[in-house]
């Protein structure tokens, strides 16, 4: 069984009158895997807990498949939800705990241990069965806690930061087989990170967060490659994305150059954002900026390497990505390369996306 | 596991900071348990002016008297009627409370309180509500058609003094099952309530399952409180009366020893008494030990 998720208006306000989630319109399409991704505090948890019931809707509609679930019980959602501390049932066998939501709702004993041990071979935790939680490792409980979800079969997977409490290396690890437990299933599912990097990798489409609105949806390369805001532009994306007054480009050396090249920016742009990978070394074919800055510190990381520069005039910091280990010493004078087309403008007020003249698919706002 | 070690100055100051603590056990405890070890073997003649060494001869006759065979299951019944009371009463509160946001700290409060009136006092105060003449829950209960009168009734009786003992320990549970309680993460009850169980089941299932080290230590706890530490409750109310229905073995040792003055078998009944206590920590420790078993 498997089925849509629909948001309509969803609000919630806490009784002090905190409003955690101002209005937020969604829809995940059958099979989908949609990742809320934000800053703590965004309302991303609190808006994966009102689609399971965990927390009640202030106002607007909640869609699972065709039926209205506003006020129905989790357990009537046809959802299974993966916790970020796991909620593993301590004093339960790792099979008990699969069993736990199969035998209330009254399922044959047969039927049970069929289902149980399809999962555990899903996920390769058949040896663990007779154990406790309290004996196995991390990784092996949130297996376990994703077997717990996935015995129910249920219309829909909701996951709550699972991975958080994992080390980075099992992090990735976990990362891949979601995803591909995720394909295999198709399952619809609604994930909730903090993690950039996890969210890019994972959702078939993003929704960005902010204050309890969405500021973007799109897939992971739309909104990389085309930010909707200030915030996105900086959420989304590590180094995070330079932003530069406009003021700092048309004064300062080079003006009168940038000048010419800059004349075409959509009008209210106050605000260019730049990737860091954007920022090159070596002067490219056809027409580009070139900004002089001194390297202020050098970071390599591998196969990359971050350079951290002021821009001579105005003195605004950058980050620079560049392949390899260029050979440059801190405090040397550096020139470095932009074409037109990589700036990112906008609104000197609102913040927003300017569309210039790269327009592609506009976002429904 | 790795702890902090501490070290002082000086040989003394150690032993200086431990010496009032021990010399309250010392003059407090040890010494009169070893004079009750003592006392239990010895007989007093009727004037008290000499003892004769008797051996077990105290204990003999003890185990030999019906008075006291009844009494021991007038304890056992008393207690575990006191901690069952006590204990359901407590955790019925304590989830109640759970259930709280803001007026949670307010209840806890309140009803914490019984816990610090003095045994004698909360005995009165029962004494008062279920006297048969003029006790407000005897009226009640003659509407009702019962006639209560525990001056008469040794089951009547024996209630009284398991609420008034029972009361009295409500609060010390209801803390002990609030924290243990608010010590299970609230995940699991929201994953118990996705997984389809609806709130009964989820704390038969769940809830109480994990608050099995906290009930069991609770216990424990009662059994001792109940058999021990509730002569003022007993006295207050109903003296051990009517004809022993109520006269628990601690009450026995104060009603031979003080009121009938045989020394030497009261001293033997506080020295059967210390055994049990002695078995009932043995008990706790050896289960505490392992009580994280799940």
């Known amino acids: ?365 | 596991m790795q702890t902090k070690r501490m070290t002082f100055p000086g040989r003394w100051l150690p032993y200086a900071l431990l010496a009032p603590q021990v010399i309250v056990t010392l003059i407090f405890f040890i010494w009169p348990s070893l004079q009750a070890l003592y006392m239990s073997l010895l007989r007093e003649d009727a004037f008290g002016l000499n003892s004769t060494f008797v051996g077990l001869a105290n204990f003999a006759r003890l185990f030999a008297d019906d008075t006291y065979l009844d009494s021991l299951s007038v304890t056992a019944m008393f207690a575990i009627g006191t901690t069952l009371l006590s204990m359901s009463a407590a955790l019925l509160l304590a989830a109640t409370v759970n259930r709280m946001l803001r007026s949670r700290n307010a209840y806890t409060t309140l009803l914490v309180w019984p816990y610090a009136i003095a045994p004698a006092i909360a005995g009165v105060l029962w004494w008062f509500i279920f006297n048969p003449s003029i006790g407000i829950v005897p009226y009640a209960l003659e509407m009702l058609g019962y006639r209560w009168n525990h001056r008469t009734s040794g089951n009547d009786a024996m209630m009284l003094v398991i609420i008034a003992a029972a009361w009295k320990q409500i609060a010390y549970n209801f803390l002990f099952f609030l924290a243990g309680l608010q010590s299970i993460p609230q995940s699991l009850i929201e994953a118990a309530a996705i997984d389809g169980a609806g709130p009964v089941k989820r704390f038969w299932t769940i809830v109480f399952p994990l608050l099995s080290p906290t009930t069991f230590f609770l216990m424990v706890v009662n059994v001792v409180y109940a058999m021990f530490d509730t002569f003022g409750v007993i006295h207050a109310t109903t003296q051990g009366g009517p004809s022993q229905a109520t006269n628990t073995l601690v009450y026995k040792v104060y009603a031979d020893g003080f009121v009938g003055l045989n020394l030497g078998s009261s001293a033997a009944q506080s020295v059967i008494l210390m055994a049990i206590v002695v078995l009932l920590t043995v008990v706790q420790f050896r289960f505490i030990e392992r009580r994280v078993n799940y």
Do not use: W
């Open chain 1, 1 to 365: 069984m498997m089925a849509s998720i629909k948001l309509e208006g969803l609000e919630k306000t806490y009784p002090g009158g905190v409003q955690a989630v101002k209005g937020v319109d969604l829809e995940v399409a059958d099979g989908e895997f949609v990742v809320l991704v934000g800053p703590s505090g965004c309302g991303k948890s609190t808006l994966l807990r009102m689609v399971a019931g965990l927390e009640t809707i202030s106002a607007g509609a909640l869609y699972i498949g065709k039926r209205r679930v506003n006020e129905l019980e989790p357990a009537q959602r046809d959802i299974a939800m993966v916790f970020q501390n796991y909620a593993l049932y301590p004093h339960m066998t790792v099979f008990d705990n699969l069993a736990y939501g199969l035998k209330n709702r009254g399922f044959k004993r047969d039927e049970i241990r069929r289902r149980v041990e399809e999962a555990a071979r899903m996920l390769e935790i058949e040896a663990f069965l007779p154990r406790k939680p309290r004996q196995l490792s991390g990784g092996q409980r949130q297996r376990v806690a994703m077997g717990r979800a996935l015995v129910r079969e249920p219309a829909v997977f909701l996951f709550d930061e699972p991975l958080s409490n994992l080390d980075a290396k099992l992090r990735v690890q976990m990362r891949v087989e979601i995803k591909r437990l995720q394909r295999r299933l198709k399952t619809t599912s609604l994930y909730v990170t903090h993690d950039q990097l996890e969210a890019m990798t994972l959702g078939d489409r993003l929704v960005v967060l902010n204050g309890g609105r969405i500021e973007q949806v799109g897939t992971p390369m739309e909104i990389y490659a085309r930010p909707a805001s200030l915030f996105v532009a900086t959420f989304i994306g590590s180094p995070a994305m330079n932003l530069l007054p406009l003021g700092a480009l048309l004064s300062g050396p080079g003006a009168a150059s940038h000048g010419a090249l800059l004349g075409d920016l959509p009008p209210g742009t106050g605000i260019l954002g730049i990737r860091p990978d954007a920022l090159r070394l070596e002067a490219p074919h056809g027409p580009h900026l070139t900004l002089s800055a001194t390297l202020e510190l050098f970071e390599a990381a591998g196969a990359e390497s971050h350079l951290h520069v002021r821009l001579a005039g105005s003195g605004q910091p950058l980050v620079i990505r560049t392949a390899g280990q260029p050979a440059v010493a801190e405090g040397q004078r550096l020139h470095f390369h932009i074409t037109r087309d990589a700036l990112h403008p906008f609104h000197r007020e609102t913040g927003r996306r300017l569309d210039d003249t790269l327009k592609t698919k506009e976002q429904a706002a």
